[in-house]
């Protein structure tokens, strides 16, 4: 059975620092990575990292957010920093599987407050 986990979300201040965690299970993962999707907002994507550790980024985020993973432990973060009100959403993990199917966690929710 495929699990997909998130963790870390929370409140803080604008300016600081957050660090979502990723946790998967059952199946081997290629591409993986973070939506997030704030009220009134389409989704959006964040980040997402390749099996080779290629990134990629939406513009807002470069220079303050990082993709990384540990395949050793199947876990993908997102380490957030410089945050902004702007960064509120709910955060989604998912991962790709060797079979090209997709898988979402939950979501957790990030609140930026000024």
């Known amino acids: 059975q495929v699990q997909v986990v998130e963790s870390g979300g929370g409140l803080v201040q604008a300016g600081g620092s957050l660090r979502l965690s990723c946790a998967t299970s059952g199946s081997i993962f290629s591409t993986m990575g973070w939506y997030r999707q704030a009220p009134g907002k389409q989704r959006e994507l964040v980040a997402r990292i390749y099996s080779g550790g290629a990134t990629d980024y939406t513009d807002s985020v470069k220079g303050r957010f990082t993709i990384s993973r540990d395949n050793a432990k199947n876990t993908v973060y997102l380490q957030m920093n410089s945050l902004k009100t702007e960064d509120t959403a709910v955060y989604s993990c998912?991962?790709?599987?060797?079979?090209?199917?997709?898988?979402w966690g939950r979501g957790t929710q990030v609140t930026v407050s000024s």
């Open positions: 998912y991962a790709v599987s060797n079979r090209a199917t997709i898988y």
